[in-house]
């Protein structure tokens, strides 16, 4: 399997060739790389060739090669090195770069690319930085507490890796520049409040009126303000815990 291939520029722009992500377009061309969130070769042992660096995300990526030959991308957790060995297996060694399932890893581990549902890949915990931790076991679910301040209930067939994502210095990283934000494909945003009201909620008046409104709204009228999660989304009764309140909430 080809592990780069170009990506194309869609601009934010969906199939009928209208906006549907905001702020987005005139970015450098780039490869994208494909990285196996599912950590699908299971129990093959596989060697670090190298550390790299991904245009399309924040976090390093780690380039495995696997001992019948075959190379695949991993997110590369912090103190990885070139010429360690990792693997993915129920029977793995809990030590950074190594995935297994959440029922397998002690209370107490930092881990990351967490799956939601099992199978599917690691689709929580991706970013540089990030790091979740095991914080307790119940009858039929694992107890995870995210990065957020969360705690959510997994299954505990659903695999994770170990260690925190490496790279974590990216926070204090300075553009410098508004010329380096547009070459990443990042286009200016604009307040509501300069715009017209045929294009946002919060446009129109006389002078500096303000939103004119009691609370803010979208640039398609719904709520930004508060508790604006789903009553009826499906992991609610997954959720110990909610996540740290914001200043409205």
Not at 109 to 131: D, F, M, W, Y
Request: charged letters at 30%.
């Amino acid at each position: 399997m080809k592990l780069k291939r170009i990506l194309a520029k869609k601009s934010g722009r969906g199939a009928d060739g209208s906006v549907t992500v905001r702020h987005q377009g005139g970015r450098h061309k780039r490869y994208l790389r494909e990285i196996d969130f599912k950590r699908a070769k299971k129990d093959v042992w596989g060697r670090v060739e190298g550390i790299e660096y991904d245009p399309n995300r924040n976090a390093r990526i780690a380039l495995v090669c696997y001992e019948d030959g075959e190379r695949s991308y991993i997110i590369a957790p912090l103190g990885l090195k070139e010429g360690q060995k990792v693997i993915s297996s129920p029977d793995a060694p809990v030590e950074p770069g190594n995935c297994l399932p959440l029922s397998r890893i002690p209370i107490g581990t930092p881990i990351h690319n967490i799956e939601i549902t099992p199978g599917k890949g690691g689709q929580l915990v991706r970013g540089a930085g990030s790091v979740a931790t095991i914080q307790g076991k119940e009858d039929f679910y694992i107890l995870v507490k995210l990065p957020s301040g969360e705690i959510k209930r997994f299954r505990p067939e659903c695999f994770a890796s170990v260690g925190q994502i490496g790279n974590i210095e990216d926070r204090n990283v300075n553009l410098k520049k508004a010329g380096r934000k547009r070459r990443m494909g990042i286009r200016p945003t604009v307040r509501g409040v300069a715009q017209n009201p045929h294009s946002h909620p919060h446009g129109g008046g006389e002078g500096r009126s303000g939103i004119g409104m009691k609370f803010p709204k979208t640039p398609w009228g719904r709520p930004a303000v508060g508790n604006t999660r789903n009553k009826k989304k499906y992991s609610n009764k997954l959720i110990l815990t909610r996540r740290k309140k914001g200043k409205h909430n």
